[in-house]
Each structure stands twice: as structure tokens, then as C-alpha cells.
């Protein structure tokens, strides 16, 4: 062990977790990460439902689970992935579009599953840059000029999240190749389904159930898992390609993708999992109700930058 390097997270927290770590306890940065979630929550609400609605939902989320006993007892780094989305939402809704890109690429760089929401936010700031392309060159342009034409603000969000991603994974990656593959990768993939402690609560997948309640054996509920698990992130990311157009319904697609990826995993599954599907939940209805799909009046960039994908798409075939 001591000559091989495991890992199973991103090295993402780490950014988040030194300062704590230096001042003796890593476990009040989670903690305050949560805090901070919950203050994102009440300043992307209040402009849509008013103040004591948007009080209601921050301290919804707050009792959700008990207060800090997850964060300071369990340590896990789910509190800083959902700090990451909670910024990403409300950059975007402010119309700091590159801001929003850096912080979509820290919630990819922070734990594995962080796709769940890093797909479909992607595709958010990916498809004005697509339309723009396919105008131009449906319109005849060379394929070079017509890169070269578009706008800085359509290439450049796209760009610096896969870039940002790639600079915080890649020296894991690059450190011990093997380790990287065999543990934040087929780590999980190998897993079976299994009740931890012997009880149902302690693995929420719906494989997880079945062998916790006695339906199958391990062996028998895994392929079916793995399989059902493929299919439905496929069918979901094929669709929320067609239909993601904007901030409420990549926040819709994301929630349908980690209900999906939860429920039908062939691993381990903890119950603060599904806190992540009920937040992306709870930020597609919150930017629901804003109008013009921004919780707070729109920059001139971001007017600029939601009027050019739409004129695109307007002319598009």
C-alpha cells in the first residue's frame, strides 16, 4: 500500500480543505461550506419568491439533515461539491458567465459523481458556441474563418471549465496512472451491492435494497444494476443534449441524473447521497420562477450572450 497511491475523490477539496487543515480541523471548512450553501440558496431565491419564502427554503436546507452533525462527524466532501453548484447557479444567474464555467469545473474536480451536474451544465455553455459554428458554416464560411469569428464571450466559458477540470485532475492522473484508473475508476465500478451493518438504510441504491431485503444475492443484482445503470445515464444525457437550453433546464436534467444514477448504481449509496438530486431539485424550481430564467437582473454580458444564442438559434435550420 505504502508503494502503490489509492484514492477514490478528486483532488478538488483539497483547495477548499488546506486553510482548515493549517487552522487544525478540516471538518469546519465542511461545515462552513454548508453555511455557505444556504446563503447561496436565500441570495438566488429572494429576487424570485421574496424574503421570507427564500428564509423558508435556506432553512429547509439547512434541517435537511442535522445541522452540522454530518459535517462534523462523517467529514465527507459532499458539502463542498454542493457549495460549487450553488455558486455555478448563481454566477451564471448574475451573468458572470466564465465564473460560473470555474466553478462548474471545481464541482468535477471535487468527487467523482460531480458529472451529474457538470453534463448538463456544460451543455449550457457549450451550445451557444455550437450554434454559432453551425451558422456560420451552414452559411457557407470556411471552417477556420468561421472559428475565428465567433465572439470571445461564447468560447471562452466552455474553454476555461474543461481547462480548469483538466489542471486539478490531471497531476492525480499523472502521478500514478494505475492507481488512478484502478481506484477513483473501477474502485466503484467493482463494487457489488451490499447493505452495509447488515441494514437497508445504509445503502439507498435500489440494488442495494433488494440484497438488503433478502430479494437476490450480490452476485445476481450486480449485472442488472450495471446494466439498468449504462442505459438510464445514456437515455438521460441523450436527452438532456436535445433538450437543455438554458439555466432551469439544466438544473432539471442534472436532478433527473442523479435520481437515475443513485437509484441504479451497483455500489454503495449513502443516504446523504440524495441531498445532491433534492438540491438540483430545488435550484430548477427556484430559477423557474425568476423571470427570464435569472434570479437577479442580468448583466450586459449576459443579455449580450443570451440574445446572440437566441438570434442563432432563431436562423439555425
Same mark, same amino acid.
Given at each position: 500500500?505504502a508503494?502503490?497511491?489509492?484514492y477514490?475523490?478528486f483532488?478538488?477539496?483539497?483547495?477548499?480543505?488546506?486553510?482548515?487543515y493549517?487552522?487544525g480541523?478540516?471538518?469546519?471548512?465542511?461545515?462552513?461550506a454548508?453555511?455557505?450553501?444556504?446563503?447561496l440558496?436565500y441570495?438566488?431565491?429572494r429576487?424570485?419568491?421574496?424574503?421570507?419564502p427564500?428564509?423558508?427554503?435556506?432553512?429547509?436546507?439547512?434541517?435537511?439533515?442535522?445541522?452540522f452533525q454530518?459535517a462534523?462527524?462523517?467529514?465527507?466532501?459532499?458539502?463542498?461539491?454542493?457549495?460549487?453548484?450553488?455558486?455555478?447557479?448563481?454566477?451564471?444567474a448574475?451573468?458572470?458567465?466564465?465564473g460560473?464555467?470555474?466553478a462548474?469545473?471545481?464541482?468535477?474536480?471535487?468527487?467523482?459523481?460531480?458529472?451529474?451536474?457538470?453534463?448538463?451544465?456544460?451543455?449550457?455553455?457549450?451550445?451557444?458556441?455550437?450554434?454559432?459554428?453551425w451558422e456560420?458554416?451552414?452559411?457557407?464560411?470556411?471552417v477556420?474563418?468561421?472559428?475565428?469569428?465567433i465572439?470571445?464571450?461564447?468560447?471562452?466559458?466552455?474553454?476555461?471549465?474543461?481547462?480548469?477540470?483538466?489542471?486539478v485532475i490531471?497531476?492525480?492522473?499523472?502521478?500514478s496512472?494505475?492507481a488512478?484508473?484502478?481506484?477513483?475508476?473501477?474502485?466503484?465500478?467493482?463494487?457489488?451491492?451490499?447493505a452495509?451493518?447488515?441494514?437497508?438504510?445504509?445503502?439507498?441504491? $435500489? =440494488?442495494?435494497? @433488494?440484497?438488503a431485503?433478502g430479494? *437476490? &444475492?450480490?452476485?445476481? !443484482?450486480?449485472?442488472? /444494476? #450495471?446494466?439498468? $445503470? =449504462?442505459f438510464? @445515464?445514456?437515455?438521460i444525457?441523450g *436527452? &438532456?443534449?436535445?433538450? !437543455?437550453?438554458?439555466? /432551469? #433546464?439544466?438544473?432539471?436534467?442534472?436532478?433527473?441524473l442523479?435520481?437515475?444514477?443513485f &437509484?441504479?448504481?451497483?455500489?454503495?449509496?449513502?443516504?446523504?447521497?440524495w441531498?445532491?438530486?433534492?438540491?438540483l431539485?430545488?435550484?430548477?424550481?427556484?430559477?423557474?420562477?425568476?423571470?427570464?430564467?435569472?434570479?437577479?437582473?442580468?448583466?450586459?454580458?449576459?443579455?449580450e450572450?443570451?440574445?446572440?444564442?437566441?438570434?442563432?438559434?432563431?436562423?439555425?435550420?
Amino acid at each position: 500500500m505504502a508503494n502503490y497511491p489509492t484514492y477514490t475523490y478528486f483532488p478538488g477539496s483539497l483547495f477548499a480543505e488546506i486553510p482548515f487543515y493549517l487552522l487544525g480541523n478540516v471538518r469546519i471548512g465542511l461545515a462552513l461550506a454548508d453555511l455557505a450553501t444556504a446563503l447561496l440558496i436565500y441570495l438566488l431565491a429572494r429576487p424570485c419568491v421574496g424574503v421570507w419564502p427564500a428564509r423558508s427554503l435556506t432553512a429547509f436546507w439547512l434541517l435537511l439533515l442535522p445541522g452540522f452533525q454530518i459535517a462534523l462527524v462523517l467529514g465527507i466532501l459532499d458539502f463542498f461539491l454542493v457549495f460549487w453548484i450553488a455558486l455555478a447557479v448563481l454566477l451564471y444567474a448574475r451573468g458572470r458567465i466564465v465564473g460560473s464555467a470555474l466553478a462548474a469545473a471545481m464541482v468535477r474536480g471535487t468527487k467523482q459523481y460531480g458529472f451529474i451536474f457538470a453534463i448538463p451544465w456544460g451543455i449550457v455553455l457549450v451550445r451557444p458556441l455550437v450554434i454559432a459554428l453551425w451558422e456560420r458554416w451552414h452559411a457557407g464560411e470556411h471552417v477556420w474563418r468561421a472559428v475565428r469569428a465567433i465572439p470571445r464571450r461564447l468560447w471562452l466559458p466552455p474553454i476555461a471549465c474543461a481547462a480548469l477540470t483538466t489542471l486539478v485532475i490531471a497531476p492525480l492522473a499523472l502521478l500514478s496512472p494505475q492507481a488512478f484508473i484502478d481506484a477513483t475508476f473501477f474502485h466503484h465500478a467493482r463494487k457489488v451491492p451490499s447493505a452495509m451493518l447488515g441494514t437497508p438504510q445504509w445503502n439507498e441504491s $435500489l =440494488a442495494g435494497q @433488494i440484497v438488503a431485503l433478502g430479494g *437476490f &444475492a450480490p452476485d445476481r !443484482v450486480k449485472p442488472f /444494476a #450495471s446494466v439498468a $445503470l =449504462a442505459f438510464s @445515464i445514456l437515455v438521460i444525457i441523450g *436527452f &438532456a443534449v436535445v433538450k !437543455v437550453r438554458d439555466m /432551469a #433546464s439544466a438544473l432539471q436534467w442534472s436532478a433527473a441524473l442523479g435520481g437515475v444514477f443513485f &437509484a441504479f448504481s451497483g455500489g454503495d449509496v449513502q443516504f446523504f447521497y440524495w441531498r445532491l438530486p433534492l438540491f438540483l431539485f430545488l435550484l430548477s424550481v427556484i430559477v423557474a420562477w425568476s423571470p427570464g430564467q435569472s434570479a437577479l437582473p442580468p448583466s450586459s454580458d449576459q443579455i449580450e450572450l443570451r440574445d446572440t444564442a437566441r438570434d442563432l438559434a432563431a436562423r439555425a435550420p
